[in-house]
Every structure is written in C-alpha cells, then in structure tokens.
C-alpha cells in the first residue's frame, strides 16, 4: 500500500510565504515524477510544477517565479515552496507521484489527500 502525506497548508497574507511536504511511503521500489496540482472552488483541478527523478522541473505560467518544487529522492519526499502569494492562489493543493510498489512491480499514480491554502487579501 501507498501513502501520500501532505503538511504545511494553512492561512496566509497576500506577499506572505508557505511551504508544502508530501512524504510518499510504503511498499515502494522507486519513485519516478512527482508534482502538485490544484483546484479552486468551482475550478478544475491544474497542475502547479512537476519534478523527475531526476531534478528536472516544470512550472504553471501563474507561479513561474514564485514558487519552486524540490525533491528530496532518499526520503521520498517532495517540496513546493510558494513565496509572494496572491489571493489566487487560494486553493486545495494536491501532490502526486508515480510510484513502483514492490508488490506489483507496476508503476502506478497516487494522490495525496490535499491541503488548503488559503491567501487573504
């Protein structure tokens, strides 16, 4: 079985800063491209940035140059650091992350189970 844990959501200032975790365990081999996503009310859910395994990184235009992804590939974790924060951003953020379970020896993707973030204006 797979887990994503996500932490460090929360309630913010507009120009203020937040940082995210998500921690994959469980039965793993590897983990390959992680990410995250997010979904405003009554909005679909988008990608925000997405890393490999390798360290290569992608951005949405509306955070390139605010917030930046990072991994950590021993612990499996993964990190979305959000500065200069906008009332836009205000959303439930999901990590994601390709996973090789030991079980199956199938790569398969998981959900976190989401945190809010919340900018205030």
């Known amino acids: 079985q797979v887990q994503l844990v996500e932490s460090g959501g929360g309630l913010v200032q507009a120009g203020g800063s937040l940082r995210l975790s998500c921690a994959v365990s469980g039965r793993i081999v590897s983990v390959s491209d992680m990410g995250w996503y997010r979904q405003a009310p009554g909005k679909q859910r988008e990608l925000v940035a997405g890393?490999?395994?390798?360290?290569?990184?992608n951005y949405a235009d509306s955070v390139k140059g605010r917030f930046t992804i990072a991994r950590d590939n021993p612990k499996n974790t993964v990190y979305l650091q959000m500065n200069f924060l906008k009332p836009e951003d205000t959303a439930v953020y999901y990590c994601?992350?390709?996973?090789?379970?030991?079980?199956?020896?199938?790569?398969?993707?998981?959900w976190g189970q989401g945190t809010q973030v919340t900018v205030s204006s």
């Open positions: 890393i490999t395994s390798g360290g290569s990184t």
């Open positions: 994601t992350a390709r996973v090789l379970q030991t079980a199956t020896v199938l790569w398969n993707s998981y």
